[in-house]
């Protein structure tokens, strides 16, 4: 039988890809809902070619659906997550509000599938920088266990959701014709910059971004690897980079790390330095894949590779992972 889904959030940067990314996909899904706050009450979102007006998120409404997206911050998550799970909507929940928490599962499906079918109601979608990074690890971490790793993220407007995309472009326009840039999505005027500050500082120095991206790995590849991590916004609308050193137990050369990669689908290579060739946020926006580019020793230490990562953070790091977990389920 077909199943009902809800997409609460489903006006935001990730809900409105949900959708697409729905639409794209040939699920077993009959009836679909879709939710955000008041402000968005009779908003009109095309899926396929049925035209669903957005509703005011209620718990009665959302609650008659088999399962619920969650795509809200995670105030909202911690608020309603249990409400549906105590009236049996199984969630999958794209907020930090339960990630690290020891009953849910936090799933990434090339990675840890089974987890998913694991469930109390609540599953985690992690966060996008981690999804990106898990998946340009594990290939290599398949031939020889990860020790350590050291991660810069250049990381798009969209990934603070649609309001900082649409101040990334405000903000540049102003700058570009000399009026002040004003800034609520950011912490600092965006436009031409970079700033080494997501999401809020912890007394350790590293921000709450850094630690998912470490906290967050271990969990899903059960394993302990240090993962030292540097978080930066810039001036891009959407895909996020990242550069990667990573230390391996035993030496990993090129070719080999070639031949993990190829075995693994959801990881594309596009690395040519002689071609100009490396995956970059325009030539990856729209894509589902991981795409790995600058594959080369690190001459400074015995087992060490550097590489270059570019996903789509809306969709293999945000919606489409949440997707393919529901994929799993139903
Ligand atoms: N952006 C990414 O790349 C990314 C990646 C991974 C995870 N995430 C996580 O996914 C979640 C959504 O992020 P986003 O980037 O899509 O944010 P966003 O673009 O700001 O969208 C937020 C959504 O929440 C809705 N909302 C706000 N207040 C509400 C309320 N009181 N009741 C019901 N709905 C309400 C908004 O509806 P209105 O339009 O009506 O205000 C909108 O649909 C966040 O937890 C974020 O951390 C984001």
Known sequence: MGKSVAIVGA?????????????????????????????????????????????????????????????????????????LIKKGTIVIDNSSAFRLDHQVPLVVPEVNPQKAYNHKGIISNPNCSTIQMVLSLYPIHSISPIQRVVV??????SGAGQKAVDELKNCTENVL??????????????????????????PSGYTKEELKMSNETQ????????????????????????????????????????KAYEKFPSVKVWDNPKENIYPLPPNVDGYDDVFIGRIRQ??????????????DNLRKGAATNAVQILELLI
């Open 298 to 311: 690190d001459k400074t230490i015995e087992n060490g590779l550097n590489i270059w990562s570019v996903a």
């Open 177 to 202: 014709n000399g009026v002040k840039c004003q800034n609520e999505a950011f912490i600092h005027p965006i436009a031409f910059s970079a700033i080494p500050h997501i999401d809020s500082f912890d």
């Open 219 to 258: 969990k899903i590849m059960n394993s302990q690897i240090k993962v030292s991590a540097t978080c930066v916004r810039i001036p891009t609308i959407n895909c996020h980079c990242e550069s990667i050193n990573i230390q391996t137990k035993n030496k990993v050369t090129v070719t080999d790390a070639l």
């Open 152 to 157: 810069s993220t250049y990381q798009s407007a």
């Open 11 to 83: 006006t935001g940067a990730v809900g409105r890809t949900m959708a697409k990314v729905i639409e794209e996909k040939n699920l077993n899904i009959t009836k679909i809902g879709l939710f955000a706050s008041k402000r968005s009450i009779g908003k009109k979102i095309n899926i396929g070619s049925n035209e669903i007006i957005v509703e005011k998120t209620e718990i009665d409404k959302v609650s008659k659906y088999d399962y619920c997206l969650l795509a809200v911050d995670s105030k909202l998550s911690q608020k309603l997550a249990p409400e």
